[in-house]
């Protein structure tokens, strides 16, 4: 489970869920580095995050397979949903 902000330049300590925003990303493991017990799971697992109050406000996560947790500024989440 999370402990801090995922924003490294913030690290806020977890103390409170209701501050800020929970994110979480279903990710599959490469087959691979999957154990055969992960495999027959359908090798997912489910990482969570967390953004403190301050930095949900301008900030928002996602997760790509291939790059992993990125952090984006909101307002270009926004504007690359709306192409
Ligand atoms: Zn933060």
Same mark, same amino acid.
């Given at each position: /489970? #999370?402990?801090?902000?995922?924003?490294?330049?913030?690290?806020?300590?977890?103390?409170?869920?209701?501050?800020?925003?929970?994110?979480?990303?279903?990710?599959?493991?490469?087959?691979?580095?999957?154990?055969? #017990?992960?495999?027959?799971?359908?090798?997912?697992?489910?990482?969570?995050?967390?953004?403190?109050?301050?930095?949900?406000?301008?900030?928002?996560?996602?997760?790509?397979? /291939?790059?992993?947790?990125?952090?984006?500024?909101?307002?270009?989440?926004?504007?690359?949903?709306?192409?």
């Amino acid at each position: /489970m #999370v402990s801090n902000c995922a924003n490294p330049a913030c690290a806020t300590p977890l103390r409170y869920l209701r501050d800020g925003r929970i994110y979480q990303f279903e990710v599959r493991s490469a087959p691979q580095t999957g154990t055969a #017990v992960a495999r027959k799971l359908g090798a997912r697992r489910v990482w969570h995050f967390w953004l403190c109050g301050r930095c949900s406000s301008s900030l928002t996560l996602t997760f790509d397979q /291939m790059e992993g947790l990125q952090i984006i500024p909101l307002h270009r989440a926004y504007s690359s949903a709306a192409v």
